[in-house]
C-alpha cells in the first residue's frame, strides 16, 4: 500500500549542496516518522535523520549543522537538504517509513523503503 519514490541525488563537490524528495504514497507524513539512511560501499547502512510523526527531527551527529530535514505535508513529501558535503557523506541513500519508539534511527523499525539514490561527493 505504501510507496516511496526518491528523486534528486547526483555528483557535487566537497563543500555543495544537494536535497533529496521522498514522495509518499498510501499514508500521510505526518501520521508516521520518515527517515533517511545511507550506506557506502562495504559498510553497514546507517541511520541520519528523521523526522517523526509530531514535527520532531533526529540527527546522527556527524551530520548535525549541515543537514536539514524537512516536510511538506501539502505534498506529502520529505526532504533531506545536505548542505556543506563532505567526500564522507558518499553514499546511496534510502527514504523510509516506519513507526519508531524509544530510538529514531534504528533500521528495525522501518520499511517500506525507497528505492535508494547515489549521492557522490567528489572533486
Known amino acids: 500500500q505504501v510507496q516511496i519514490v526518491q528523486s534528486g541525488g547526483g555528483l557535487v563537490q566537497p563543500g555543495g549542496s544537494l536535497r533529496l524528495s521522498c514522495a509518499v504514497s498510501g499514508t500521510t507524513v505526518d501520521s508516521i516518522a520518515v527517515g533517511w539512511f545511507r550506506q557506502a560501499p562495504g559498510k553497514d547502512r546507517e541511520g541520519v535523520s528523521c523526522?517523526?510523526?509530531?514535527?520532531?527531527?533526529y540527527y546522527v551527529d556527524s551530520v548535525k549543522g549541515r543537514f536539514t530535514i524537512s516536510r511538506d505535508n501539502a505534498k506529502n513529501t520529505v526532504y533531506l537538504q545536505m548542505n556543506s558535503l563532505k567526500v564522507e557523506d558518499t553514499a546511496v541513500y534510502y527514504c523510509?517509513?516506519?513507526?519508531?519508539?524509544?530510538?529514531?534511527?534504528?533500521?528495525?523499525?522501518?520499511?517500506?523503503w525507497g528505492q535508494g539514490t547515489q549521492v557522490t561527493v567528489s572533486s
Open positions: 523510509a517509513t516506519g513507526y519508531p519508539s524509544d530510538y529514531y534511527l534504528l533500521e528495525s523499525d522501518y520499511g517500506p
Open positions: 523526522i517523526i510523526s509530531d514535527g520532531h527531527t
